[in-house]
């Protein structure tokens, strides 16, 4: 089984930044480097939805349209980490940010991972963006 354990949540203002790390372990991981990783957040009285994806090949990335340009997704697979920069945060960011783990996952354009591509998911950490 494998764990994943999210870590970086905090509180900051309106404009600044925070990085979000994903330990991957476990009995059953082997290596990191066929997991495909996403990022995914739920905020109070809202669904949850995927906000950044990396295949197993890191050949394929997806952002979901309300981060583009302001949030990295990457992984360090020496490290059995990945990683989620955000940049230029807003109130709306404001969520629970979990991110998961899904064996050999693959990506096509544009299109969201699903729950279903993941086996692993972390417990989550808060991140709360003020005005």
């Known amino acids: 089984q494998v764990q994943l354990v999210e870590s970086g949540g905090g509180l900051v203002q309106a404009g600044g930044s925070l990085r979000l790390s994903c330990a991957a372990s476990?009995?059953?991981?082997?290596?990191?480097?066929?997991?495909?990783m996403a990022w995914s957040r739920q905020a109070p009285g809202k669904e949850r939805e995927f906000v950044a994806a990396?295949?197993?090949?890191?050949?394929?990335?997806y952002y979901a349209d309300s981060v583009k340009g302001r949030f990295t997704i990457s992984r360090e697979n020496a490290k059995n980490t990945a990683y989620l920069q955000m940049n230029s945060l807003k109130p709306e960011d404001t969520a629970v940010y979990y991110c998961?783990?899904?064996?050999?996952?693959?990506?096509?354009?544009?299109?969201?991972?699903?729950?279903?591509?993941?086996?692993?998911w972390g417990q989550g950490t808060q991140v709360t963006v003020s005005s």
């Open positions: 998961a783990a899904g064996r050999y996952l693959s990506l096509a354009p544009g299109v969201p991972p699903v729950p279903a591509n993941f086996g692993a």
């Open positions: 990396i295949s197993w090949s890191g050949g394929n990335i």
């Open positions: 476990g009995r059953t991981l082997g290596t990191f480097s066929p997991y495909g």
